[in-house]
């Protein structure tokens, strides 16, 4: 994976906000860039999404933001599916994806914001991605 001179320091940058240490911050970033890296050619991908019904769901683009681990997905919104607004529905969806669909760039610095969700983020809002299934998870 080949990022710019100018990326390399936007996500040292995205550290040093943080508070990282310089140090640190670079061992993360390599480490982070080779978990990118390292990721399958296909992959299964998990989201959560909130509509008002079944028919909103967009199925041929599903969203960007996405995790691999279903449970731990679950975990990390608890707290916004219990909570839903009257009327509001709430699904799981599962999809597969080609590792090139992923923006390598947006899935880095999500990831060094937020380091404990291990997100993926795919362009085009998921376009292209197999859709495999949607459940409903608020009832």
């Known amino acids: ?8 320091k936007y996500f040292l940058d995205l550290y040093k906000k943080m508070g990282v240490p ?3 911050a670079e061992d993360n970033l390599k480490k982070l860039m080779r978990w990118v890296e390292d990721l399958p ?11 008002n ?9 599903p969203g960007s933001h996405y995790m ?6 679950m975990d990390t919104h608890y707290v916004d599916i219990k909570n ?5 529905e709430c699904y799981l969806l599962t999809v597969e994806a080609d590792k090139k669909m992923i923006d390598q760039f947006q899935t880095i610095a999500t990831n060094i ?7 993926i983020t795919l362009k085009n809002k998921g376009e292209g991605i197999n859709y495999i299934e949607h459940k409903k998870i608020n009832e």
């Not at 050619?41 to 509509?51: A, E, M, P, S």
């Not at 839903?84 to 509001?88: I, V, Y």
């Not at 914001?113 to 997100?119: A, H």
């Open 1 to 8: 994976m080949k990022f710019k001179k100018k990326d390399i």
């Open 22 to 24: 310089k140090v640190d």
């Open 41 to 51: 050619k296909k992959i299964i991908l998990y989201r959560i999404i909130f509509v």
């Open 53 to 61: 019904s079944e028919d909103d769901i967009i199925r041929d683009r």
């Open 68 to 73: 691999m681990d279903k449970e731990h997905l």
């Open 84 to 88: 839903l607004p009257q009327g509001s």
């Open 113 to 119: 914001v937020y380091p404990s969700e291990k997100e």
